[in-house]
C-alpha cells in the first residue's frame, strides 16, 4: 500500500531541504507507507522546526493521501501572569 503526499508551501517556507526536494523532484512523492512518509518529514524538519505529514481531508477527493507541512504545532506559551489593565481614565 503506498502514501501519496504534497509538499505544501508552508513546508518549504520552514525548510530549506523540502524547498531544494521539490524544486528537484516536484511537489508529490509516493512512499511505501505513511510511517516512511513521516520519518522522511521529520528529517527535513529543521532546528527549532517542524516539518510534518498531515491526512488530507475525507473531502479533498484529490491524487493524495496526505500532505507536507510546516510551522508550529502548538500556539506559543503566553505569559501565565498577563499583568493587570488599568482603566483609559486611570492614565
Do not use: I
Not at 14 to 32: I, K, L, N, Q
Not at 67 to 72: A, K
Request: glycine share 8%.
Amino acid at each position: 500500500m503506498s502514501y501519496v503526499v504534497e509538499v505544501k508551501r508552508s513546508a518549504r517556507r520552514v525548510s530549506p531541504r523540502a524547498g531544494a526536494w521539490v524544486r528537484d523532484e516536484g511537489a508529490v512523492h509516493d512512499f511505501d507507507s505513511k510511517a516512511l512518509a513521516r520519518k522522511w518529514a521529520r528529517r527535513l524538519s529543521p532546528p527549532g522546526r517542524s516539518v510534518w505529514v498531515q491526512d488530507a481531508p475525507p473531502h479533498a477527493q484529490g491524487a493524495v493521501d496526505g500532505y507536507v507541512v510546516g510551522g508550529r504545532r502548538t500556539p506559543p506559551r503566553r505569559d501565565p501572569d498577563p499583568g493587570e489593565q488599568a482603566s483609559l481614565a486611570e492614565l
